[in-house]
């Protein structure tokens, strides 16, 4: 089955326990990112990744490291956790940039005390 | 002045009435448009791009006002299962995705 998967799907952490979201696509598209969703607000973006090796930074970068070592995999490594960083986490994937349809994973709801 | 404006909700309407709601975008250059569909702590799914010349699938029409810089969907025959949050998605002209907050749809039954 066609899927992006993310895990853990839910954390709860505390201040600076460094934390790594892992995100999976089996549909061997060349494009992932990394949102955010908040309350009242539109999904933002992170990062992106136009392929392996190539990563860049989104509207919401800051506090945020991210890989692209192998096509299928685009963890969201966060360092050093703050409580404005508690948020819904969304992976995305799509064939290459600009595709019109993104496949989203189900999601990950962090939480920093 | 956010970039993609939605009212948020929630409406509230009977099963199988008609329900239409808007979307602004404040970039007039703006490429591409697009409804996603996104029920409670799940992933966004797109619905539906939205065309210029208007476009239909099924019971949901979604239109494009370039002039207004709107754009809207309308929902016909609603359904229970329409209930979620429906996202305006603005694809900018430097083609970054822009995404509104969601309009919040519950369906009564």
């Known amino acids: 089955e066609a899927q992006v998967t993310q895990n853990p799907r839910y954390l709860i952490t505390v201040t600076g326990k460094k934390l790594t979201v892992t995100c999976s696509q089996n549909?061997?598209?060349?494009?992932m990112s990394w949102y955010r969703q908040d309350p009242g607000l539109g999904l933002r973006q992170i990062y992106y990744?136009?392929?392996?090796?190539?990563?860049d930074k989104g509207d919401v970068p800051e506090g945020y490291k991210v890989s692209r070592k192998e096509k299928r995999n685009f963890p969201l490594i966060l360092e050093s956790p703050s409580p404005n960083q508690t948020s819904l986490y969304f992976c995305?994937?799509?064939?290459?940039?600009?595709?019109?349809?993104?496949?989203f994973g189900p999601g990950t709801r962090l939480t920093v005390l | 002045r956010k970039e993609v404006e939605q009212d948020p909700g929630p409406f509230n309407v009977p099963e199988g009435a008609t329900v239409a709601f808007n979307c602004t975008y404040s970039?007039?250059?703006?490429?591409?448009f697009f409804w996603y569909r996104q029920d409670c702590r799940k992933e966004p799914k797109l619905l539906m791009s939205?065309?210029?010349?208007?476009n239909e699938d099924g019971r949901f029409t979604a239109q494009l006002n370039r002039a207004s810089q709107y754009i809207s969907l309308l929902i016909r025959d609603s359904k229970l299962s329409d209930s979620a949050t429906y996202l305006c998605?603005?694809?900018?002209?430097?083609?970054?995705?822009?995404w509104g907050a969601g309009t919040k749809l519950i369906i009564k039954p």
């Open positions: 995305a994937s799509s064939p290459r940039e600009y595709q019109n349809t993104q496949y």
């Open positions: 549909m061997n598209h060349e494009y």
């Open positions: 990744s136009m392929n392996v090796e190539v990563t």
């Open positions: 970039n007039s250059a703006s490429q591409s």
């Open positions: 939205v065309y210029s010349s208007g």
């Open positions: 998605v603005v694809r900018d002209s430097n083609y970054q995705l822009i």
